[in-house]
């Protein structure tokens, strides 16, 4: 699986965008970008996840870059619930056998 | 829309007992698995399975046995407790063919 890097932390503003960038750049041809996050004491949540065209579902907005070397997780309006460890995973499908590798993620913090 | 359900919560067992953490999925998921998380670790798989009857060991499956008797149901169970598995365990299910999973609420563990 590819390496990702994500910032260590972010604030935003309840409300407001909150823009998660993950830089991918060593990304293969079949691999997805996937995106989760994990709220204090719960279980990681899916959230969404791509190959090369931008995606939306009724959680976040997914965009991919030409080259795909990054992508951007946008919340387009957070809210305190949304504060969690966000976690940018770059893999190949048909892995059955080997885990997830969710790594230190973006801590979101959503404040009033 | 239950999900995918893990009992219990919490557990504590002294060294030596042996326990089964329950986990059922209603989604007709062919992919299920466990994982671990502890502080610094990240998550780490311990078993899968690719559909009923068929089972297979991830990274650290040392310790634990699973079975997959039926569609819904993926057990875990620990033989013989020992302080090293205090952790929190977390199911997850999904289909084949991506690597969108579904997980659970957890189970957290102590060993003591």
């Known amino acids: 699986d590819a390496k990702t890097t994500q910032p260590t932390s972010m604030d935003c503003a309840e409300g407001r965008a909150a823009n998660l960038p993950c830089n991918h750049s060593?990304?293969?041809?079949?691999?997805?970008v996937y995106w989760y996050r994990q709220i204090h004491s719960q279980g990681p949540q899916y959230i969404i996840h791509g190959l090369k065209n931008n995606e939306t579902n009724e959680m976040a907005s997914l965009i991919i870059t030409e080259d795909r070397k990054s992508s951007t997780l946008i919340l387009p309006h957070a809210t305190l619930r949304d504060t969690a460890v966000y976690y940018c995973i770059v893999r190949a499908p048909y892995q059955a056998g080997t885990a997830l590798i969710f790594g230190k993620g973006t801590t979101l913090s959503v404040s009033s | 829309n239950a999900g995918v359900t893990q009992t219990p919560k919490f557990q504590v067992l002294k060294t030596g007992q042996s326990m089964t953490l329950q986990c059922a999925q209603d989604m007709n998921h062919e992919y299920m698995s466990w994982y671990r998380q502890d502080p610094g670790m990240g998550l780490r798989l311990i078993h899968y399975?690719?559909?009923?009857?068929?089972?297979d060991q991830g990274e650290v499956p040392n310790g634990y046995n699973v079975s997959r008797s039926t569609t819904e149901d993926f057990p875990l169970r620990l033989l013989s407790a020992a302080p090293s598995q205090t952790s929190v365990y977390f199911c997850?299910?999904?289909?084949?063919?991506?690597?969108?999973?579904?997980f659970g609420s957890g189970t957290q563990l102590s060993v003591l």
């Open positions: 060593t990304i293969s041809g079949n691999e997805y």
């Open positions: 997850a299910s999904g289909e084949l063919t991506n690597e969108k999973l579904f």
């Open positions: 399975s690719v559909g009923a009857g068929i089972t």
